[in-house]
C-alpha cells in the first residue's frame, strides 16, 4: 500500500517519536494540501517547530491531548489555503479541460488528480477531500479542524469529488434547504442588508468567477465579509432561477441571462458561490428562469 493510501496512524502514536520518522508523511499531506513543494516544506518546518521534547518531563496535573501532527500540519495548512483563496489571481474556470477526466489530462483508475486541479475546490472541501480520500484519516479527525460535524465534513470531501467529477451527482441534494436559503440571500441583497448576507455565509465562503464573470465586475472573494460585498449588489438585481435543477440566481433582472449564480448550502449555510458568465459555461447548464 503507498503511503498515501496508509490508514491514517492513531492520534497517540507520534508520542516520543523521532520527527525524522514522521517528516515523510507529513510532507506528503502537506504537498497534496498545498499543491508546491515550497509552501509543504515551510508548513512540515512549522510542524518540526512545535514538535514536544521527550526529553522534558511532564508536569504533574490533567493528562494532555495527545499531540497529533497531522492536525497540527491540517490546521497550518488550512490557514494558507485561506489567505491563498482572498488573493486568488488566476479567474476560476469550472470546465478547465485540464482538470481531472478533461480532454488534457487522462488519468489512471486510482490516480489522484494533480495539484492544480484541487486549486478550483474551496479551503475546507480540499481538506476534507484530501485527508480523507488519499491519507485515510477519518471525518471524525477532520471535523473539529474545520469545526464542522463529522457529517458536514463527509458532505464536503463528497462535494470535492463532484467538483473534481470523480462522482456523477452531488452527494446529498437537499433541494428545500438550498431553495430556502438562496431565497433568503436574494431577499436580504434587494433589502441591502449586509449584515443578514454575512449571516447566510458560511465564515469560509468562497465566491469563485469564472473570466467573463471577472471581466463584468464580479471578482472572487473569500470570506462572509468579503463574499457579501462583492456579491450582494448584484445579487439584488437578480431573479430566482433553477440551475441544473437545483436554486439559484440569474442576472439581470429581466432580459436573457448574461451571469449566473450557483449556490452551494451546506447546514443551511451557503459555502460556494460561482459566478458564470462566458457564454460556453452557461450553454453547459440547464437553466430555468
Given at each position: ?10 492520534r497517540d ?5 523521532p520527527?525524522?520518522?514522521h517528516?515523510?508523511r507529513?510532507?506528503a499531506?502537506a ?27 511532564v ?7 495527545p ?5 497540527v ?7 494558507r489555503?485561506?489567505?491563498r483563496?482572498s ?7 469550472p470546465?478547465d ?11 489512471a483508475?486510482?490516480e489522484?488528480p ?7 475546490l474551496?479551503?475546507?472541501?480540499r481538506?476534507?477531500?484530501v ?7 477519518p471525518y ?6 474545520l469545526?464542522?460535524t ?7 470531501a463528497?462535494r470535492a469529488r463532484?467538483?473534481l ?6 452527494p446529498e441534494p ?18 441591502g ?10 465564515p469560509?465562503?468562497a465566491?469563485?468567477?469564472?473570466a467573463?464573470?471577472?471581466?463584468t465586475?464580479?471578482?472572487?472573494a ?14 439584488g ?34 459555502t460556494?458561490i ?9 450553454d453547459?447548464?440547464e437553466?430555468?428562469?
Amino acid at each position: 500500500m503507498n503511503e498515501s493510501a496508509a490508514p491514517a496512524p492513531p492520534r497517540d502514536v507520534f508520542a516520543g517519536a523521532p520527527f525524522e520518522e514522521h517528516r515523510a508523511r507529513l510532507r506528503a499531506v502537506a504537498y497534496r494540501l498545498l499543491g508546491t513543494s515550497e509552501e509543504a516544506d515551510a508548513a512540515v518546518q512549522d510542524v518540526r517547530r512545535t514538535w514536544p521534547d521527550v526529553h522534558t518531563p511532564v508536569a504533574p496535573g490533567p493528562v494532555p491531548t495527545p499531540y497529533d501532527p497531522v492536525e497540527v500540519l491540517a490546521r497550518g495548512c488550512l490557514d494558507r489555503l485561506r489567505s491563498r483563496e482572498s488573493h486568488r489571481e488566476r479567474p476560476w474556470d469550472p470546465w478547465d479541460p485540464w482538470a481531472p477526466g478533461g480532454p488534457h489530462h487522462p488519468r489512471a483508475p486510482g490516480e489522484p488528480p494533480p495539484p492544480a486541479a484541487l486549486d478550483g475546490l474551496t479551503p475546507p472541501e480540499r481538506l476534507a477531500f484530501v485527508l480523507h480520500d488519499e491519507f485515510s484519516v477519518p471525518y471524525e479527525r477532520i471535523a473539529p479542524l474545520l469545526e464542522r460535524t463529522p457529517a458536514a465534513a463527509r458532505r464536503l470531501a463528497g462535494r470535492a469529488r463532484y467538483r473534481l467529477r470523480e462522482a456523477e451527482e452531488m452527494p446529498e441534494p437537499d433541494p428545500p434547504r438550498q431553495r430556502t436559503a438562496v431565497a433568503a440571500f436574494l431577499t436580504a441583497a434587494r433589502a441591502g442588508d449586509t449584515a443578514a448576507l454575512r449571516a447566510l455565509l458560511d465564515p469560509d465562503a468562497a465566491l469563485r468567477a469564472d473570466a467573463e464573470a471577472e471581466r463584468t465586475g464580479t471578482a472572487a472573494a473569500h470570506g462572509a465579509g468579503a463574499v457579501a460585498e462583492a456579491v450582494g449588489p448584484l445579487a439584488g438585481t437578480a431573479r430566482k432561477a433553477l440551475v441544473d435543477g437545483a436554486a439559484g440566481l440569474a442576472w439581470p433582472a429581466e432580459g436573457e441571462p448574461r451571469l449566473v449564480l450557483v449556490f452551494t448550502v451546506l447546514e443551511d449555510r451557503i459555502t460556494a458561490i460561482d459566478a458564470l458568465a462566458d457564454e460556453d459555461h452557461l450553454d453547459r447548464l440547464e437553466l430555468h428562469v
